[in-house]
């Protein structure tokens, strides 16, 4: 799958990279207003979810599941870096006061959510890829162990949640209540882990094995070739048409 020119993951990076900026905000606020009304709080928290379920969540799968798995490290790990290292505040001195309100807000919920995001996706992912987990294993006995030595072993603790989201990935679905019965110095991770693990499976339907993952996404891939190549093909021949 990597012999796309341009590969999937990486153009839904560069949707999320255009879309904080000033220029593109400005466009879209009249519509988010619209939406979610005059609350900037409400209009910040949409645009950062709508730009985090859209395309952030589908760089990371894309990276994972189109990439020959050397590969796939890196496109995570630039993931992370470019999520982390966004420039909110040289787009917010080009907005006017008014529109600033609302940016301010956007960036204060996005600036967290997208760094988390891209740091659960890169360990999620290539824990996942890897191998680096027993897929036989109960998930939910990992985190619950993984609260247990999170105050001695906050490391461990990490590591053992994202095996389990791994293993979620895979075969096993989380408990549906990690969400709000997480606890500890590893709370934060968990519910990143847990988010992501539903962003990707509803809660239910696992992704499978890494190579059955991989051959999903790729029939997928081929599908949407082949509709945008359709729809091409009915717009030439619309535009021949006396």
């Not at 997208?114 to 191998?131: D, I, K, P, R």
């Not at 989380?174 to 709000?180: I, P």
Request: glycine fraction near 6%.
């Amino acid at each position: 799958m990597s012999d796309l020119a341009y590969p999937i993951w990486r153009n839904a990076l560069d949707i999320v990279t255009d879309s904080i900026e000033a220029d593109e905000f400005r466009e879209e606020l009249p519509l988010l207003r619209e939406d979610f009304g005059d609350d900037p709080d409400g209009v910040g928290m949409a645009y950062a979810g709508m730009l985090a379920t859209m395309f952030i969540t589908s760089a990371g799968l894309f990276a994972a599941l189109q990439l020959p798995p050397k590969e796939v490290p890196a496109a995570l790990a630039e993931i992370r870096e470019t999520l982390t290292n966004l420039d909110f505040e040289k787009q917010r001195e080009r907005l006017k006061r008014e529109e600033r309100r609302y940016y301010d807000r956007f960036a204060h919920f996005a600036a967290l959510l997208f760094a988390s995001l891209g740091s659960g996706m890169e360990a999620l992912f290539n824990c996942y890829v890897a191998g680096d987990y027993d897929p036989q294993a109960n998930p939910d006995d990992l985190i619950a162990e993984a609260l247990e030595v999170a105050k001695d072993d906050l490391e461990r603790a990490h590591r053992l949640i994202t095996q389990a989201g791994a293993i979620a990935l895979h075969s096993r679905p989380l408990w549906w209540r990690w969400q709000t019965e997480a606890y500890g110095p590893a709370a934060p991770w968990l519910l990143t882990i847990a988010n992501l693990v539903k962003e990707y499976t509803g809660g239910k339907v696992p992704l499978g094995p890494v190579e059955e993952a991989r051959a999903t996404a790729e029939r997928g891939i081929q599908r949407a070739r082949e509709k945008v190549q359709d729809i091409m093909e009915e717009e030439e021949e619309r535009a021949a048409e006396p």
